[in-house]
């Protein structure tokens, strides 16, 4: 079945520690993919996206994600965090046949002091 | 970016009651909306899709007669949740695209956190 997966629910991280949030789909095409991040009570904020080309992507606030085909993944990193990084972060798909966007769990990051 | 608003921001409403929520694409036309409901701490949940002056299309298990949308113009969509039961409490989440076949052009609204009493 499609789908877009986030394994990890709750991720807790120290302040100026690096972070890895993953992402892995079940398409069978690559889909668009697209990580976004939510505040509480906040609609969304696209942070970055793939369509196709450089599979290192750059996005705002100082996050990078990397697309590897052979393992179905696209995790978002960032090799320092900030206190103000604390949120919900949402992995995204679009698939080529179907324009709808459908999320992963969503993965809730903790910034400890 | 782009800007999609929402309004309200927060309803309460009591149980039996219908709630209207609007959904606005301030600087662009949009061709297609989409709908979403967010339990707490949980993902999004795409709701129905709808083309302006289209009949929406709804996801399986949405009941369309309780979630009623309305895609009139390529600027405002609205969701109705008629006879609103306690269970529908929820925060919705529109979400606005222009061009048709491009997805990076989708925009999210700020979210309506609908609680019912």
């Known amino acids: 079945a499609q789908s877009v997966t986030q394994p990890d629910i709750h991720i807790t991280v120290s302040e100026g520690a690096s972070l890895e949030l993953r992402c892995n789909y079940s398409y069978g095409a690559t889909p668009y993919l697209f990580w976004y991040v939510q505040s509480p009570g906040q609609g969304l904020q696209l942070l970055l996206k793939y369509f196709s080309g450089d599979t290192l992507v750059q996005g705002i606030k100082g996050f990078e994600a990397e697309f590897k085909r052979s393992q179905s993944s696209f995790n978002l990193r960032k090799p320092s965090v900030h206190w103000s990084d604390a949120a919900e972060y949402f992995c995204a798909v679009v698939p080529l046949n179907n324009n709808d966007m459908r999320f992963g769990a969503g993965t809730r990051l903790t910034v400890k002091p | 970016g782009a800007v999609v608003s929402q309004h309200p921001s927060r309803v309460i409403c009591k149980s039996g009651t219908s709630v209207k929520i609007e959904c606005r694409s301030l600087?662009?036309?949009?061709?297609?909306m989409f709908w979403y409901r967010q339990f707490p701490k949980k993902s999004l949940m795409l709701m129905a899709t709808?083309?302006?002056?289209?009949?929406?299309?709804?996801e399986q298990g949405v009941e369309k007669d309780k979630f009623l949308i309305n895609h009139a113009s390529l600027t405002l969509s609205t969701l109705t949740v008629t006879s609103a039961h306690p269970e529908d409490s929820s925060f919705y989440i529109c979400?606005?695209?222009?061009?048709?076949?491009?997805?990076?052009?989708?925009?999210f609204g700020p979210g309506t956190r609908l609680t019912v009493l």
């Open positions: 600087d662009f036309q949009a061709t297609t």
């Open positions: 979400s606005a695209r222009g061009l048709a076949g491009v997805p990076d052009t989708q925009y």
């Open positions: 709808s083309n302006e002056g289209s009949k929406a299309t709804y």
